[in-house]
């Protein structure tokens, strides 16, 4: 393969054990364009022969995958870091995706703001991690996917900004648009900046990180929130919710635990709401007349035992209305009839519904 000098398209590189087919094969070949995925980097046991593939020479590679394979045959701790750091791509790559991770630590040129270029980091299965990259000063960050870390219990400062960056009077993640923060099991504090941060996010999802329970504050436009036995604060919902202030979408499924909307929480500018197997969740109280949401779409399946009558009063924009499984449902209602934007009504399995 390293004699290969012109070649320009490589979609993998699969590392074998032997000289012929090692990690060393790539360092002539500096003229790779588009995307490049090199796999089984546990097979890399020297950090020559890291140094040796020239990855930071390949200028024209735009999306990079380094992967390693699950398993316990590992180098150590150290050498991996090493091997890491010594991968290190162009300034001008636009994508980036770490998988199968095992060291400890990243190393410090992921999250540097001199890769001004880079648009999409996802970053998986990085099981001994217990530290995330400092990825908050990457100005043209638009996604960011983080998933696995077995190991992770708090996301710190410096996910925001490292240490040469802490001078920078420059708002985290400016360009972030979806944020995903996916099966954490030990993921306890998630100290996350307020309004001043993530100013166009527009999808945040937390999925199968059940010991997540600090407040939360974000800006962005839908959001995505999945339980099962979530060590939740009362407050947690609507500390979250109050700051999303282009929120469009909110999606909130298999919280077992006490949660509840408290007053007026919800965003003024949200469309659509879904509420689904979350019976302990108290749905916002009907509240004042004069509060209007522009809510649109309103979805509740089997969740909010405590509701026992709703009010259409509050969402005169509201055009699709389904409830399915609302067990102590007695009544829906609104005071001035008829409810001219309603277009699709459907009520399933309320048995105790009256009018």
Known sequence: MGKLKQLHILSNYIIGKQEDNGIQELGGLLNLHGSFSIQKLENVVDVNQARRARIGDKKHIDMLLLEWSSGDDMVSDIQIGDVLDSLQPHTGLKELRIEGYKGKMFPNWLGQHSYNSMTYVSLKSCENCHKLPSLGQLPSLK???IE???QLKCIGDEFYKNEDNRTLNIAPFPSLETLYFLNMPCWELGNLPGSEAFPPLKNFQIEECP?????????GDSLSLEG?????ESAFMATIIHHLTSLQEIIIDGFLSDVSFLANCLPKSLQKLEIHNCRKLEFPEQQQQQQKYDLVELLIDSSCDSLTSLSLDAFPNLKNLRIE?????????M?????TALQSLTIDKCPKLVS
């Open 335 to 339: 005071s001035e009839a008829p409810h």
């Open 228 to 232: 099962g036995e979530w060590l939740v």
């Open 211 to 219: 010991m997540l329970k600090r407040d939360m504050s974000l800006d």
């Open 325 to 333: 499984c609302c067990k102590n449902l007695e009544s829906i209602s």
């Open 148 to 150: 696995g870390f077995s």
């Open 143 to 145: 996604y960011l996917r």
